[in-house]
């Protein structure tokens, strides 16, 4: 999730998760935004697409589709530059993607299944409940909800007592998902952390064995801020990405 037109930081994390095994792929979102390197990014996540992948649309997408007038904000001002270098059948296509997917017992969306047009953060055990609840609503047979848009690898699941709990995972170690339990997961930022943890950040679902890995995934975020610089955006952009924040 949340790429940010990070074609290194995607481009490393592909590559990994290939190395795990990875058989099906989701993108849950903000394929643009923030980052450099709009076309590249849009151009593989449209050959995913094509070969099976699912791929949701983010906020920086819409945004990216029709800029706000006027941009007053850091993320509005790069959606207009995102805007102008994106063609108009990517711009389409951007704006095609769906906002969930459900996959078999797993929902996927960017932000919330409560109201995902809204783009609510799910960034605490109420917040994650709202969503897990909208999901399982809709269908009842969802186990897990996988996001993104906070920029940040949590975990929460429904205790014996009903209580969502929230667990902090540790990178590259599996969590047991048994499917008796309902889990909701913020997968992370690909193309830009905000842990303060420069790595690329993405999560692995097995269905067979029930188990969930949080990933870092090492990639050159130097030469990453380095062309978000030489593309003009602002310099906060760069340093996001030289420290993790």
Same mark, same amino acid.
């Given at each position: ?71 007053? %904000? ?27 997917? %459900? ?135 760069? %340093? ?6």
């Amino acid at each position: 999730s949340d790429l940010h037109a990070n074609a290194r930081a995607l481009e490393a994390c592909l590559t990994h998760a290939q190395a795990q095994g990875a058989n099906q792929w989701a993108l849950l979102g903000d394929l643009v935004g923030y980052g450099p390197e709009p076309e590249a990014v849009v151009a593989q996540c449209q050959r995913m697409a094509e070969a099976g992948a699912t791929v949701l649309r983010g906020n920086h997408d819409a945004m990216a589709v029709t800029p706000p007038v006027p941009a007053s %904000r850091q993320g509005e001002f790069t959606a207009r530059w995102t805007h102008e270098r994106l063609s108009e059948a990517d711009r389409q296509w951007l704006a095609s993607l769906p906002l969930t997917v %459900r996959l078999e017992s797993v929902m996927v969306v960017h932000a919330s299944v409560n109201e995902p047009e809204q783009w609510r953060y799910v960034e605490d055990e109420g917040s994650a409940a709202r969503s897990l609840q909208a999901a399982t609503d809709q269908y009842p047979e969802v186990r897990f909800v996988m996001g993104g848009h906070v920029h940040h690898q949590t975990l929460y699941y429904r205790g014996q007592g009903g209580q969502l709990m929230r667990f902090t995972p540790v990178p590259g170690v599996p969590i047991p998902v048994p499917a008796h339990r309902r889990w909701i997961a913020t997968v992370g930022s690909v193309g830009q952390p905000r842990d303060g943890d420069t790595r690329a950040g993405y999560a692995l679902l097995d269905l067979d064995r029930h188990q969930l890995t949080f990933w870092r995934v090492r990639y050159d975020h130097v030469a990453a801020a380095h062309a978000v610089r030489a593309a003009g955006l602002d310099e906060a952009l760069a %340093r996001r990405l030289e420290s993790g924040r």
